[in-house]
Structures are given as structure tokens and as C-alpha cells.
């Protein structure tokens, strides 16, 4: 009779990442497409600190059966990758015991929390997500349209006067984002989780930052809200940010946000502009239905965070 070793949780070490990578992108399954994501993952590992990034696997003597990790990213956020669920020799009890470990590294680690994002029909994915100590946060829809046509669907607002990055610092964005938090319907339960120097470090790594393409509206010299957009690779522009001061919200400030960032995109020669947003926010996305945005996909959004 085939004696079951005892389960081991243990942290990776660097020699052996990519053997771990391998299991987190395809389980034990042997293939040359397994390989290429595993060889993509471990050089993305490797350009982050610390290294290895907060990976765990589990393994029955020298066989695997489990590997997570969370990928550190600008702005104290972990990104989470770990092995399939269903994959070849992919156990769900051990996938739960390595993404415990990996979340409390993290969070030792000083990240704000670790995140992760599952398809919306992946429910076994959000249960071991969930007895792991990640709670479900939201759904997100990702949206995209053409920027040619998005230009042009909104007049631009001859009230609003336009400052772009670098006429502006840190500090004065960072005062205008935090005043377009409140009673935001984008991620509400992530308020307060970051410093906004994080918030900004990781506005700044969401594609190539272009300054040109973040810019605060002004309103009777007053700001009325902030657009920041960055090249996502391709031909792609992304939204990685949009909010309206409370004062200024229900005038078109939105509309001309968005008309904003679709003309940068057009006059650069994006052929799409993308942007998330929370499923939650009817505002934000009858504003994004004018310009024609549908949606790509749909995530659902999976936390864990310090304990208050």
C-alpha cells in the first residue's frame, strides 16, 4: 500500500522558482506553452523586490502541489498568482495552506494587501480564495472603446481649464485624489489602505507613464476633478484613474474627463482606450455608455488585508 507523505508548506527558495513558477501557471502539467509562461513569470519575478517575491508551495516529499506567490508591485499591492485549480496534481487543501502563508508574508512584508482576480463563474476559485482569508471585494467590468469616435461624443467644456502633470506636483494631485474618494463608488473598502504616495507610485506603474496624459480640471480656479491615463502597450491608452470633486459632480465634469483623456489617446494614435470600473458605480458607467465603451471582460476582486 502506497504510504501519503505529510504535507509540507515552505517558502521557495531562489534556486528553485522556476520550478515553483511552473506549477503556479499550469500545475504538473509538461508542455512547451507550460514552460513559456512559467520562463515569463519567473523573469517578471525576478525584476521584484524582495526576491523571491513572497513564494510558498506545498509539497509530498519532492512532488508539488501547490504554488503561490504575490508579485510586489509600486503602491504596496501584491498580485497574486497561484496553481489552478483542476490542473494535474493540484491539491485544493494545500492550495488554501500555501495562499494563508503568502498572505501573511505579504502583509508582514508591509504590503497595504494582496490581491486577487477571478472569473465570475470561477466559484471554486472565490471558495478557496475565501477560506484563505480573501474576501470578495467587488466585481469589476473592464471597458474599452475607440478614441476617434469618444473624442468627439462629448463637446469639450469651454468652463473647464486644463493643467497637465508637471504644472501640478505630487502633493496638489495628491490633495485632489483624495478629494474625489469621498463617497466614490469605485472600491469604497480599499479607502484609507494606502498612503497617497502609494496611491500615485501605483498610478505611475499601471502601463508607461505618460505626464502628458495626467492632467487636473479646474473650475473657476478651483479643481473640479483629475483624469490620469497611461500607455498600456500596443495601441492601447488606459484610464488608470478618473474622479470629480463633490462640488463639481452632476455638471458634465465626468463627460469632459473622459472626452479629455480620448483626445490625448487620438491625437497619440491609440486605436483603443480602456479603463475598470466598479460594477457598483451606475454613475461612472452611465457616464463611459456615451462614449461608447463596452465591456472586454468582468473580475471579480479578492482582498486581504491587515486586520484593524
Not at 15 to 37: I, K, N, P, T
Not at 97 to 122: E, H, I, S, Y
Not at 143 to 167: F, H, I, K, N, Q
Not at 260 to 287: H, I, K, P, Y
Request: proline share 4%; glycine share 10%.
Amino acid at each position: 500500500m502506497r504510504i501519503r507523505r505529510a504535507l509540507r508548506i515552505e517558502p521557495v527558495p531562489a534556486r528553485r522558482l522556476r520550478r515553483a513558477a511552473a506549477f503556479m501557471v499550469a500545475g504538473g502539467e509538461r508542455s512547451v506553452g507550460a514552460r513559456a509562461r512559467a520562463e515569463g513569470l519567473c523573469r517578471l519575478a525576478r525584476g521584484r523586490a524582495p526576491y523571491p517575491p513572497w513564494a510558498w508551495w506545498a509539497r509530498r516529499g519532492r512532488r508539488c502541489c501547490a504554488a503561490a506567490m504575490a508579485l510586489p508591485t509600486a503602491g504596496r499591492v501584491g498580485m497574486l498568482v497561484v496553481s489552478p485549480l483542476g490542473a494535474v496534481d493540484v491539491e485544493h487543501d494545500a492550495v488554501i495552506r500555501v495562499l494563508q502563508r503568502v498572505g501573511d508574508a505579504a502583509l508582514a512584508g508591509k504590503m497595504a494587501f494582496v490581491q486577487a482576480l477571478t472569473n465570475p463563474d470561477a466559484e471554486a476559485d472565490r471558495a478557496v480564495l475565501e477560506r484563505a482569508g480573501f474576501a470578495r471585494l467587488t466585481e469589476l467590468l473592464y471597458l474599452s472603446c475607440d478614441p476617434a469616435e469618444a473624442a468627439v461624443a462629448v463637446a469639450a467644456d469651454d468652463a473647464l481649464s486644463w493643467r497637465t502633470y508637471g504644472a501640478f506636483d505630487d502633493a496638489e494631485l495628491a490633495d485632489v485624489i483624495d478629494q474625489t474618494y469621498e463617497a466614490s463608488g469605485d472600491c469604497p473598502a480599499l479607502s484609507g489602505l494606502r498612503s497617497m504616495d502609494d496611491v500615485i507610485a501605483g498610478h505611475k506603474a499601471g502601463g508607461t507613464f505618460r505626464p502628458a496624459w495626467w492632467a487636473l480640471a479646474y473650475c473657476d480656479q478651483r479643481p473640479a476633478g483629475v483624469v490620469l491615463a497611461n500607455e498600456a502597450g500596443g495601441d492601447k491608452a488606459e484610464v488608470v484613474y478618473m474622479g470629480v470633486v463633490p462640488a463639481f459632480r452632476g455638471r458634465g465634469v465626468g463627460a469632459a474627463l473622459v472626452g479629455w483623456a480620448a483626445r490625448q489617446a487620438r491625437a497619440a494614435g491609440m486605436e483603443r482606450l480602456s479603463l475598470a470600473v466598479d460594477t457598483d458605480n451606475a454613475c461612472a458607467r452611465s457616464v463611459y455608455a456615451r462614449f461608447g465603451f463596452a465591456v472586454e471582460r468582468r473580475r471579480v476582486v479578492h482582498v486581504r488585508r491587515r486586520e484593524a
